[in-house]
């Protein structure tokens, strides 16, 4: 077994090995423990020592510790039209030149706020099957440039896994680049750095014949610490492009200063900014984690002004199922402004529309 694996077996699964760290009441525990059932908990030793166990409202302890608003009601499993998009078992094309896997269901921690939280830890039923039908898939369309390797979390896999995915995709002509969707950079690093090199040398390889670009997951800057910096160094001295998404979360980033600074310093250690997502109305998270529109464009405009060129370079979107829609700002009393990135329909392509919208809305019907 590898020592990243080993590591792993150390996770805390159960919210009770919490109870005396942050201070839990039994029935706090007995409670946690109802929404562990539906909702499975992973925390890796390293994650969970990010966290101030003296602030009941700590981000990092938000990201990763259970809370009861988990069951309050709302929302939907599938908020970006998954399911509509499936083309293979575990393979989703949505737009034109994408092709998107969920390779695992497996993550190394379950952040609180996924959006995928109907399957993460759960069931494998969306979970890629069959590669070479997925193989065949894509070599029948020409148009596709890209395979985006998500989960769950890409680098759950075992590097076997990985090879395999990157020597079926980097095999055809036409695709151009491979992603990797992960969040072990953030909240596992030592998968990255305690693999005697392994994954980092596959990357290495297999990026000589097609670039490799990780996209990672940071949402606060006390996310980045000395072992993510390495994590991401090393990914780097393999070759590899590292971009970041964040998602604008209630409690945990809503705040200008707390965004600038996460993007400036992501810009230092070299990682590159490149959304800013709007928080999904998932079932189990959007009540506890969704910021309004409105205020989400005055947070971002704010954060905007502390930062340089390229840590703005960023745009703040939600992922809807009719595609990436920009959120642009004001544009009038009650009414926001916005733009298609990306269309499922290409009619919509580059679309621009205003919208009224209420104080406390969070997403566009
Ligand atoms: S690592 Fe990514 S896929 Fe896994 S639970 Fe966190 S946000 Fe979801």
Redesign the pocket.
Known sequence: MKHWQELLDGCVRDVADLKDRLHLSDDEVEALQAIERSYPVCIPAYYLDLIDPEDRHDPIRKMCVPDAMEFSLGGSPDTSGEHDNTVVQGMQHKYRQTVMILSTNQ?????R?????RL??LSSAEVAAHLPEMAAYVSAHPEIDNVLI????AFLNSNEVIEEYLETFTSIPHIRFIRF????PV?FPQRIFEDDGELTDLLARYGERKQIVVVT?FNHPREITDQSRQAVRELQRAGCVVRNQT?LLRGVNDDPDVLSSLLNTLVYIGVMPYYVFQCRPVEGVKNQFQVPLARGVAIVDEAKASMSGIAKAFRYAMSHPTGKIEILGPAGEGKLAFKYHQAKDPADNARLFVRDVAPDQCWLD
Do not use: I, L
């Open positions: 993550c190394a921690m379950y952040c706020h996924c959006f995928r939280k993460v830890g998500s989960g769950g979390d969707g992960t969040r072990t909240t997951h998602v």
